[in-house]
T-cell receptor
Framework: GQQLNQSPQSMFIQEGEDVSMNCTSS?????WLWYKQDPGEGPVLLIALYKAGELTSNGRLTAQFGITRKDSFLNISASIPSDVGIYFCAGQLANTPLVFGKGTRLSVIA | GAGVSQTPSNKVTEKGKYVELRCDPI?????LYWYRQSLGQGPEFLIY????????DSGLPNDRFFAVRPEGSVSTLKIQRTERGDSAVYLC??????????????FGEGSRLTVL
């Protein structure tokens, strides 16, 4: 089946630093999404990407849909303590359910 | 309610027992999904409903797992003869358009199942 590889698995950064994480797939997707999950909560959608090459921003977050349709990255600028959590990429091919990566755990040191 | 509601939030049971987990989706959302999340992993797809019918149940691990959505709204995930390996957080999500749509799923907080 489809597998998504997220990297890094975890990262520790200083408050104010920029963060970059990415996701690669062995197969193509039509849609890429990035979710954030806080402890004890369900994942919350951050950014959705629908077109190869698309670059989309949501506040301090920027994500891109790779032109090969097999990868995506998420950048967070000027990190703050509330950015702590687990970030999941998810891909979707038409008429199939979302496939999730294993997540990148972000810790922010004040 | 405003969001996806799941009950119970925590369930502890003994190996071999039967368990039901309930999901109340966002009002008006036609699609409903069940995912399972083990510790340190991302959510794994179990089953997807469009209306009352199961449009895709390819993620159910075996015949001990079953889900229903009789009136196209609330769904119940049923696990028979629970095993320790079933311990996980069971997440429910809903969306307006379904699998052929945008993939913008709205998740509940999950039901944490522990099988002793």
């Amino acid at each position: 089946g489809q597998q998504l590889n997220q990297s890094p698995q975890s990262m520790f950064i200083q408050e104010g630093e920029d963060v970059s994480m990415n996701c690669t797939s062995s197969s193509i997707f039509n849609t890429w999404l990035w979710y954030k999950q806080d402890p004890g909560e369900g994942p919350v959608l951050l950014i959705a990407l629908y077109k190869a090459g698309e670059l989309t921003s949501n506040g301090r977050l920027t994500a891109q849909f790779g032109i090969t349709r097999k990868d995506s990255f998420l950048n967070i600028s000027a990190s703050i303590p509330s950015d702590v959590g687990i970030y999941f990429c998810a891909g979707q091919l038409a008429n199939t359910p979302l496939v999730f990566g294993k997540g990148t755990r972000l810790s922010v040191i004040a | 309610g405003a969001g996806v509601s799941q009950t119970p939030s925590n369930k502890v049971t003994e190996k071999g027992k039967y368990v039901e987990l309930r999901c109340d989706p966002i009002s008006g959302h036609t699609a409903l999904y069940w995912y399972r999340q083990s510790l340190g992993q991302g959510p794994e797809f179990l089953i997807y409903f469009q209306g009352t019918g199961a449009a895709d149940d390819s993620g159910l691990p075996n015949d001990r797992f079953f889900a229903v959505r009789p009136e196209g709204s609330v769904s119940t995930l049923k696990i028979q003869r629970t095993e320790r390996g079933d311990s996980a957080v069971y997440l429910c999500a809903s969306s307006f358009r379904g699998a052929s749509g945008t993939g913008e799923l709205f998740f509940g907080e999950g039901s944490r199942l522990t099988v002793l």
